[in-house]
């Protein structure tokens, strides 16, 4: 089973990479329904153990009918996408037709692998190595 869900993670290994596929799945899906995204913004990342966490927030006014078919559509993407904050205000009480929904939907990525670098030795080792270029200059 981990293997089927890896396959619904975002390509790219970067934060950024990954923001923008969310945000153009959003917009995909908001066109669809004609909903006009008013806001869109990345939020902060966060790493859980082997994969790191990237939120997109959006922005937008539709009627609930709307809403419901924007999640669904989510719902059903190839993407492993999860909704992780909904806030839903009626824009005007006295005829509450449309709604300002801000919807944080969050994708994944596999938190790459950081392999060490020469600049990255400790101060023993760059020490050692420098008696030894030392060593055999003279």
């Known amino acids: ?22 945000s153009r799945i959003l917009r995909e899906a908001a066109a669809i329904m004609g909903i ?10 966060y790493d859980l153990h082997t994969y790191t966490a990237v939120p997109v927030e959006i922005g937008f006014t539709a009627t609930t009918e709307k809403l419901k078919e924007f999640l669904y559509r989510l719902r059903i993407s190839p ?5 992780t904050e909904l806030r839903v205000r009626v824009t005007n009480v006295s005829n509450p037709v449309d709604i300002y929904a801000s919807v ?13 670098q020469e600049d990255t030795l400790n101060a023993d080792d760059k020490a050692k190595a420098v008696k030894k270029e030392v060593k055999d200059v003279t």
């Open 79 to 83: 993407n492993l996408l999860n909704i």
């Open 104 to 116: 944080v939907v969050t994708g994944y990525i596999k938190t790459p692998v950081e392999t060490p």
């Open 36 to 45: 006009n995204i008013a806001m869109d913004r990345t939020l902060n990342t």
């Open 1 to 22: 089973e981990l293997d089927t869900r890896e396959k619904e993670l975002l390509q790219g290994d970067k934060p950024a990479i990954a923001a923008a596929a969310i």
